[in-house]
Nanobody, 123 residues
């Protein structure tokens, strides 16, 4: 399994932007599907966006359409989640997860995940 490390979270005002990164030292990164999940306070973790090893992107959370974007750089073994026009309801811990196989919203299908990075959107 991949060892994934997220970074880039922080405190931002509504309307602001953040760039989250998911990195590994594993050269097999390019074969993995990477998904971003988030967990809001008091709620279950939910899928947000996913990018497979062919760069096909799946959006699971309608509220992020047009605001969030996922990408990957296989040469650098990183995936990026760009968060724009942030809202207070985007507050939560963001996790990247990896698996062999296609994108899925099922968290149990991912064998690799990081420790999460906190995003707080507040005036």
């Amino acid at each position: 399994q991949l060892e994934l490390v997220e970074s880039g979270g922080g405190l931002v005002q509504p309307g602001g932007s953040l760039t989250l990164s998911c990195a590994t030292s594993e050269s097999v990164f390019g074969y993995y599907t990477i998904a971003w999940f988030r967990q809001a306070p008091g709620k279950e973790r939910e899928p947000v966006l996913c990018i497979d090893n062919k760069d096909v992107i799946t959006t699971y959370e309608d509220s992020v359409k047009g605001r969030f974007a996922v990408s990957r750089d296989n040469a650098k073994h990183t995936a990026t989640l760009q968060l724009n026009n942030l809202r207070p309801e985007d507050t939560g811990t963001y996790y990247c997860m990896g698996r062999f196989g296609p994108c899925t919203r099922r968290e149990s299908m991912f064998g690799s995940w990081g420790q999460g990075t906190q995003v707080t959107v507040s005036p």
